[in-house]
């Protein structure tokens, strides 16, 4: 008997989902806790997601996580949303208050902690690449953490001024912000400390290059990647090579199904559990 479930949707588009990473995580955290819990992934057509909400409830799920293409489109069927998940306009974490369903945004959250391990974001001048799902829950949460500066640069203006305007106008966040085109390859600015590809350039190909002159890297810049299969990015073994303080995409999924993970059960799982889960489905 199955005490409580957590419902994963993603959207099958016409395609079969491509493996389920969180899922293997999540189970293994629930079976370390000793939580007769079940992660459910149900691949949900755009066309069905209020139907998969209603669903939700009429069965009592705990939460669940929402990925693209229903991260903005899931937030019309919940009752309320967390501050970071209000500013962003994203959810990708939901999780029940009673009979109301919340939703929060983690991925941000799981980026920030993971940086701390290495680098506290505060008063430092960050340059995040890429302006969509990821980088906008990234840019959200560095700003609400205090950082000094946040320069965007993306490939397409309309999306990087659509982030840019998000973090400008909001009277909760005031890190100054910049957009910089992305033509040639991006130098690194001599002020930024730490550097962040946000894009998802490098998923599934570990010798897809980000367009960036790597002679600007320097010992004590921190290169972080949101990009965990491969670990080890072309990006991230550049930046090693140059003698910076590299951050891979894993600890930010390790560290958002952690914050998960407490918000849906109130207990504070294993994350050395979910790290080894992860490189075990990834084959690392
Ligand atoms: P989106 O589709 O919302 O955004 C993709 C971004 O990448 C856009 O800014 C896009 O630029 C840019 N981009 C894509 N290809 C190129 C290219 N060839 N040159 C320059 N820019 C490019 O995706 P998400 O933000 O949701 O996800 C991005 C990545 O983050 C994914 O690979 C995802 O797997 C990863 N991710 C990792 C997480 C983790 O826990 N580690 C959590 C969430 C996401 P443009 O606007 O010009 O199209």
């Known amino acids: 008997m199955i005490s409580q479930s957590i419902a994963k949707l993603v959207s099958c588009m016409g395609q079969p989902v491509a493996g389920n990473p969180t899922g293997f995580m999540m189970e293994a955290a629930f079976a370390a806790a000793g939580l007769d819990w079940r992660y459910i992934t149900m691949e949900v057509p755009a066309e069905g997601l209020a139907d998969a909400v209603r669903g939700m409830r009429a069965m009592g799920f705990r939460g669940g996580n929402f990925t693209i293409p229903h ?28 009979q109301r369903l919340i939703g929060e945004n983690t991925d941000g959250k799981g980026f920030v902690q993971s940086l701390a391990e290495i680098a506290d974001p505060a008063n430092k001048s960050v340059t995040i690449l890429g302006a969509g799902g990821a980088a906008r829950a990234i840019a959200v949460e560095l700003a609400l953490a205090g950082a000094r500066r946040i320069d965007v640069v993306n490939r397409s203006h309309g999306r990087g001024k659509s982030l840019v305007e998000l973090l400008d106008n909001s009277s909760r966040l005031s890190s100054p912000v910049r957009l910089l ?11 930024t400390e730490i550097l962040i590809n946000a894009t998802s350039i490098g ?3 570990e010798a897809a290059r980000v367009p960036i002159d790597t002679t600007t890297f320097r010992p004590g810049l921190v290169v972080a990647d949101v990009i965990f299969n491969p670990a080890e990015t072309l990006l991230l073994k550049q930046a090693r090579d140059a003698g910076c303080t590299v951050l891979d995409g894993l ?32 084959g690392i």
Not at 181 to 191: G, I, L, N, T
Not at 255 to 274: H, L, R, Y
């Open 71 to 98: 991260k903005v489109a899931v937030i019309e069927h919940l009752d309320g949303l967390t501050e970071a998940a209000g500013l962003m306009g994203a959810v990708n974490c939901v999780y029940r208050d009673g």
């Open 181 to 191: 085109p992305w033509a040639q390859d991006h130098r690194v600015a001599v002020e």
């Open 203 to 205: 998923l599934g190909d």
């Open 251 to 282: 600890g930010m999924l390790v560290n958002q199904g952690v914050i998960s993970f407490k918000t849906w059960t109130g207990i504070d799982p294993d994350p050395q559990v979910m790290r080894s889960a992860l490189e075990e489905y990834l």
